[in-house]
């Protein structure tokens, strides 16, 4: 049996944090929302304010691993830095391409708040 040498508790934080958003995204019908499942009107602050924040955290955590990780075993830093800017090419294309397209629901009506569409 080969040992992982990944960080559990980052792990675990990411699974919750994925759950987390699919919770705040996905709280029922929208009439009747749990409050901490909506974020603060102005004041304040709920769960929900706190899924991205976790986010970035855990991304800070995992790049200089990854990195690391990556530099130890001697990889090229060309392929490196390509590998980085071909994921962020493929993020930033899904993005715009999302955008161009924000009428695609899976349900016949649209989501409360959203007043672009």
Do not use: Q
Not at 58 to 75: H, Q
């Amino acid at each position: 049996m080969t040992t992982s040498n990944r960080l559990l508790s980052l792990d675990v934080m990411r699974g919750l944090t994925i759950a987390g958003m699919i919770l705040v995204n996905n709280p029922g019908d929208w009439g009747n929302v749990y409050g901490p499942l909506l974020h603060a009107d102005w004041h304040g602050c709920t769960p929900t304010d706190w899924v991205f924040p976790f986010f970035l955290f855990m991304v800070g955590v995992a790049i200089p691993l990854a990195l690391g990780k990556r530099k130890d075993e001697g990889e090229d830093l060309r392929k490196i830095y390509r590998k980085i800017v071909s994921r962020s090419l493929i993020i930033i294309g899904l993005g715009l391409f999302l955008t161009a397209h924000p009428t695609f629901y899976f349900t016949d009506k649209p989501v409360p708040g959203m007043w672009f569409i």
